[in-house]
Nanobody, 124 residues
Framework: QLQLVESGGGLVQPGGSLRLSCAAS????????IGWFRQVPGKEREGVSC????????NYADSVKGRFTISRDNAKNTVYLQMNSLKPEDTAFYYC?????????????????WGQGTQVTVSS
């Protein structure tokens, strides 16, 4: 059974960087599309980035384009979200998700399996 575990969140100053990890067990993650999402209490979940299966394509929300990068390490069965030039508005709970489809889609409806999330706080 597919299980996802996020890590790497924390407190960082504006302009700083964090790298989130999404480690999978139970399946080979490279066969799945992966999405990163974030949510602030009281607001809807927002799609951040996605990677199609085998990393064939990636996509990013306009709010993070040029600052965030999604990547895969197949040897570690892990997907990363490198977040640079962080802003206070990036503060949220971040989730990774694996999809039933192989395509890169930044929509929570496309994903069947979710991790427990990790908190990212950008503040001085």
């Amino acid at each position: 059974q597919l299980q996802l575990v996020e890590s790497g969140g924390g407190l960082v100053q504006p302009g700083g960087s964090l790298r989130l990890s999404c480690a999978a067990s139970g399946v080979t993650l490279d066969y799945y599309a992966i999405g990163w999402f974030r949510q602030v209490p009281g607001k809807e979940r927002e799609g951040v980035s996605c990677s199609s299966s085998r990393g064939r394509s990636t996509n990013y929300a306009d709010s993070v384009k040029g600052r965030f990068t999604i990547s895969r390490d197949n040897a570690k069965n892990t997907v990363y979200l490198q977040m640079n030039s962080l802003k206070p508005e990036d503060t949220a709970f971040y989730y990774c998700a694996a999809g039933g489809s192989s395509e890169c889609v930044i929509s929570s409806d496309a994903y069947d399996h979710w991790g427990q999330g990790t908190q990212v706080t950008v503040s001085s």
